[in-house]
């Protein structure tokens, strides 16, 4: 009589690693298309086609490119806010000094990934006929709500005055996100074309994001909040 033979095992384990290797290649993928094509200017079929995927199986993964969007802006909002948190838990001394590194920690994430951060804080959402799955359980993450439960701190501490206080915050918030896109622009000239020049003088993207600090840390310390 013959034996039967054993069925191989396969490691379960393997498969929902293979599935996450995908979404997160799905979603690298699509943050680049975004950026290159904004909200509008490419398919999820487009984006199955970088990847070499069927349209059917990139649909497994988001239902729409809302939902990619979404999903997009969830993975790299989680990152920034373990970030800031990081920042905020760790911070010693005034609310002014944790201002500023705030604002150095906005520049610094956006330099490493500016397409990171261009999904985050540029790039609106696609419009979209239905509520996807993604979107049912979506709560925005919104930076300067985050930041008034720090002035709210600040005032009852007695550092800043509430008048007026949100309104400057986000003159601030502006100034940063005017910087994080001047300093993107300078490195991409440092790296395929030209530095900017002012006759015989040369901006660098450090030199700019020095000179850029200094300048909230002087609104800081003149006490514009």
């Known amino acids: 009589m013959e ?19 995908q979404f997160n290649r799905i979603l690298e993928t699509g943050k680049e298309l975004f950026v290159k094509y904004g ?11 970088r990847l070499n995927m069927s349209q059917t199986n990139v649909y497994n993964y988001v239902q729409s490119k809302r939902e990619l969007w979404i999903a997009i ?25 944790l201002f500023f590194k705030m604002a150095e920690f906005f520049l610094e994430f956006a330099s490493v990934d500016f397409n990171r951060f261009a999904m985050m804080f540029l790039i609106s959402a696609p419009p979209s006929k239905k509520i996807g799955p993604l979107e049912k359980n979506y709560e925005p993450f919104q930076i300067m709500k985050y930041i008034s439960v720090i002035v709210e701190k600040a005032v009852i501490a007695k550092e800043i005055t509430k008048t ?55 609104l800081l310390n003149k006490n514009i909040l």
């Open 3 to 21: 034996k039967s033979k054993k069925k191989k095992i396969i490691p379960r384990a393997r498969a929902p690693k293979k599935k996450a290797e």
């Open 164 to 218: 007026e206080a949100i309104e400057r915050l986000f003159y601030i918030y502006g100034v940063l996100l005017g910087a994080a896109k001047v300093e993107a622009d300078l490195k991409l000239r440092e790296n395929i074309t030209e530095p900017i020049k002012l006759e015989s003088y040369i901006l660098s993207a450090k030199e700019y994001r020095k000179f850029a600090l200094e300048q909230i840390r002087d």
């Open 39 to 49: 909200s509008h200017g490419f398919s999820l079929r487009a984006l199955a086609k």
């Open 73 to 97: 802006r969830t993975k790299y909002y989680g990152e920034f806010q373990d970030g800031l948190n990081r920042l905020i838990d760790d911070h010693q001394g005034s609310y002014t000094d």
